[in-house]
């Protein structure tokens, strides 16, 4: 079945320093993806959508600049944490569905989780 | 205004009975979709059923069924036959609109601690 998968798993950086995580779908492609972040025994929350070609969609409250969001192909996109605070420790996952397929199921990766000392 | 609401924080539940995780939601389009997903310790969002607003009958997929009540707008899984393994969080959720494109984004619900004794 439709795969996404996600990468690093679990990453630690310095505070002030920039992040990456990618968000793969292996088998079909995603014109969109979403990006959500999960606090410590919270829910998931939406912070953007990615769009393949054209620039992000954020959802109120996030901070486009610090949360960078590439989509330049139709299986990639990047979420990169810019200047990283310890506020932003946090588990970050992403999902996508197939381009041409029903809605009824949307996969997520396997999250990233994301420790800023 | 919350959109996808779960009471119950915690639940426990003996092996080998059947249990009820309770959703409601709240939305004005006509075309929705809710999902219930299984979320271990590890982080990972596992699908566990999805039930389109316009669907005639409730959704079913192994152990897992949901209770679909349109008129009350409630999405309650349930899990029959608990087994150990299933102790997770459990989040509900909702797509609002057709599916397709940016729609694909889901609302998720607080979220439900199963903890399932022996």
């Known amino acids: 079945g439709a795969v996404v998968s996600q990468h690093p798993s679990r990453v630690i950086c310095k505070s002030g320093t920039s992040v990456k995580i990618e968000c793969r779908s292996l088998?079909?492609?995603?014109?969109?993806m979403f990006w959500y972040r999960q606090f410590p025994k919270q829910s998931l929350m939406l912070m953007a959508t990615?769009?393949?070609?054209?620039?992000?969609?954020?959802e109120q409250g996030v901070e486009k600049d610090k949360f960078l969001i590439n989509h330049a192909s139709l299986t990639l996109s990047t979420l990169t944490v810019t200047s990283a605070h310890p506020e932003d420790s946090s588990f970050y996952i992403c999902?996508?569905?197939?381009?041409?397929?029903?809605?009824?199921?949307?996969?997520f990766g396997e999250g990233s989780w994301l420790t800023v000392v | 205004a919350q959109k996808i609401t779960q009471t119950q924080p915690g639940m426990f539940v003996q092996e080998k009975e059947a249990v009820t995780l309770d959703c409601t939601y709240d939305t004005s389009d006509p075309s929705y979709g809710l999902f219930w997903y299984k979320q271990p310790s590890s982080g990972e969002m596992i699908f566990l059923i999805y039930?389109?607003?316009?669907?005639?009958q409730n959704a079913t997929e192994g152990r897992y069924s949901l209770n679909f009540q349109k008129a009350r707008k409630s999405a309650n899984l349930v899990i029959s036959a608990s087994q150990l393994g299933d102790s997770a969080m459990y989040f509900c959720a909702m797509r609002e609109g057709r599916y397709g494109g940016a729609t694909n984004k889901l609302i998720f619900g607080t979220g439900t601690l199963l903890a399932v004794q022996p």
């Open positions: 999902s996508a569905a197939e381009a041409l397929r029903s809605g009824n199921t949307i996969y």
């Open positions: 088998d079909f492609q995603a014109t969109t």
């Open positions: 990615s769009n393949e070609g054209s620039k992000a969609t954020y």
């Open positions: 039930q389109g607003s316009y669907d005639q």
